[in-house]
């Protein structure tokens, strides 16, 4: 069964606050093998022009889905999770993520399509600090391998 293609264009609440930290992004670094030290060196991102640590670029991925992740849940959409995998993501950025700040996001589902056996639904996810100053936008797209079944 194809997913219920009504929630195109659906946007969800605000998340609670994210608040970013320096060791959420130094434990993301290591997770991921990067040792630039403006990940893990106040002093060294301070020297590059930043108020803090700042985070690597796929970060926002720990949390832009928060938002939107009731959407996958919902029976009405006819998400089969255990069929659901990774697509795609991009990042386009404003300013870098870095230590101190407080992010909401607002996710919005912006396409549902199929690819052969395959469903396929991206969700955008607007990243906001707590007082409205835009820091990202993110695209998760998900695959349902053989249609919902």
Known sequence: ????????????PPSAPY?????KIKEFAA?????NPLYRDR???????????????TFPIVFSLQSG????????????????????????????VHAGDELVMTS????????????LLTVRSDIRTVAGEPVCVTYN????????G
Do not use: C, K, W
Request: glycine fraction near 10%; charge should be negative.
């Open 141 to 148: 797209t998900i695959v349902e391998r053989g249609g919902a």
């Open 69 to 96: 992740g009731e959407a996958l849940v919902d029976p009405e959409l006819g998400l089969n999770l255990a069929m659901v995998v990774h697509g795609e993501q991009r990042f386009e950025y404003v300013r870098p």
């Open 1 to 12: 069964m194809a997913l219920n293609r009504d929630f195109v264009g659906r946007t969800y």
């Open 43 to 57: 002093e060294a991102a301070q020297a590059a022009g930043y108020p803090d640590v700042i985070a690597p670029p």
């Open 19 to 23: 608040e970013v930290s320096r060791v």
């Open 31 to 35: 997770a991921i093998g990067d040792n």
């Open 108 to 119: 919005t589902i912006t396409d549902i399509r199929t690819a052969g056996a395959n469903e």
